[in-house]
């Protein structure tokens, strides 16, 4: 099955963009990236296209996207999917802000990680909600950073472009930052290359802040892909 409905919107703090994503309206979906203050329009999206959630994604562990993911999964009894690189930081998401961000909050959080935690394989794409989502492992934003892919919509007779979830590695016009704990520029230079520059043009690709865009924009016009464009190819990781 193919993705026909992907509703989104801009979290109450960061601007993190949380997505819900289905085969249609009236069933299963999965959420990813449940950030501050969600909860209230993600329950009116819920209401109005009658989904149920069966599990939350996690393109990385960062607060900014996971701040609500106990009361999103709790009240539900759905699982949250995280990169083992990046469970710690369900544990203690402290550990991934910067000096500054701690300070907003005063340097201590009230915190309860989700009763469910399951662990993301880049080698095992997830069937979930009649949908299938392959896992790409994009580490340098963070150590467990990830994209999902999966077929995108098409109506009979057209080609469906792929759908991309870039979390913190794409943005329109720019990437993710790497100067945060256990962010490093090699890694990220070494996803894009790996996972992003080979991915097709007309993927339309859902970021975790800002608009949306795709492969073949973001490879004329973002001047962080053209120059890696430039370089010789890297091996490894």
Same mark, same amino acid.
């Given at each position: 099955?193919?993705?026909?409905?992907?509703?989104?919107? $801009?979290?109450? /703090?960061? @601007?993190?963009?949380?997505?819900?994503?289905?085969?249609?309206?009236?069933?299963?979906?999965?959420?990813?990236?449940?950030?501050?203050?969600v909860e /209230?329009?993600?329950?009116?999206?819920?209401?109005?296209?009658?989904?149920?959630?069966?599990?939350?994604?996690l =393109?990385? *562990?960062?607060?900014?996207? =996971?701040?609500s993911?106990?009361?999103?999964?709790? /009240?539900?009894?759905?699982?949250a999917w995280?990169?083992?690189g990046?469970?710690?930081? %369900?544990a203690?998401?402290? #550990? *991934? &802000?910067?000096?500054e961000?701690?300070t907003?909050? *005063?340097? #201590?959080?009230?915190? !309860?990680?989700?009763?469910?935690?399951?662990?993301?394989? $880049?080698?095992?794409? &997830?069937?979930?909600?009649?949908?299938?989502?392959?896992?790409?492992? =994009?580490?340098?934003?963070?150590? @467990?950073?990830?994209?999902?892919? !999966?077929?995108g919509?098409?109506?009979? +007779?057209e080609?469906?472009?792929?759908?991309m979830?870039?979390?913190?590695?794409?943005?329109? +016009?720019?990437?993710?930052?790497?100067? %945060?704990?256990? @962010?490093?520029?090699?890694?990220?230079?070494?996803?894009? /290359?790996?996972?992003?520059?080979?991915?097709?043009?007309?993927?339309?690709?859902?970021? +975790?802040?800002?608009?949306?865009? !795709?492969? *073949?924009?973001?490879?004329?016009?973002?001047?962080?892909?053209?120059?890696?464009?430039?370089?010789?190819?890297?091996?490894? %990781?």
């Amino acid at each position: 099955r193919t993705i026909v409905l992907v509703r989104g919107f $801009p979290a109450a /703090a960061f @601007g993190t963009n949380c997505w819900v994503v289905a085969a249609a309206t009236g069933e299963e979906c999965v959420v990813i990236d449940p950030g501050i203050g969600v909860e /209230a329009q993600l329950d009116e999206i819920l209401r109005v296209d009658r989904l149920k959630p069966v599990a939350v994604l996690l =393109t990385h *562990g960062h607060l900014d996207h =996971t701040f609500s993911v106990t009361p999103v999964c709790g /009240a539900r009894g759905i699982p949250a999917w995280i990169h083992p690189g990046d469970r710690d930081l %369900l544990a203690d998401p402290m #550990k *991934g &802000l910067s000096p500054e961000s701690r300070t907003m909050f *005063g340097g #201590k959080l009230e915190w !309860t990680e989700p009763d469910d935690i399951a662990l993301l394989d $880049p080698n095992s794409p &997830l069937e979930l909600a009649g949908l299938r989502f392959g896992v790409d492992f =994009t580490p340098g934003h963070t150590p @467990g950073s990830v994209v999902f892919r !999966t077929p995108g919509s098409g109506t009979e +007779g057209e080609p469906a472009p792929p759908v991309m979830f870039s979390g913190d590695v794409l943005f329109a +016009g720019s990437i993710g930052r790497t100067d %945060l704990p256990g @962010g490093s520029w090699e890694q990220m230079q070494q996803s894009l /290359a790996r996972v992003v520059l080979t991915a097709p043009d007309a993927t339309v690709v859902y970021c +975790g802040h800002g608009p949306n865009t !795709t492969i *073949g924009h973001e490879r004329a016009g973002n001047p962080y892909l053209q120059d890696l464009a430039a370089q010789p190819p890297r091996r490894g %990781l």
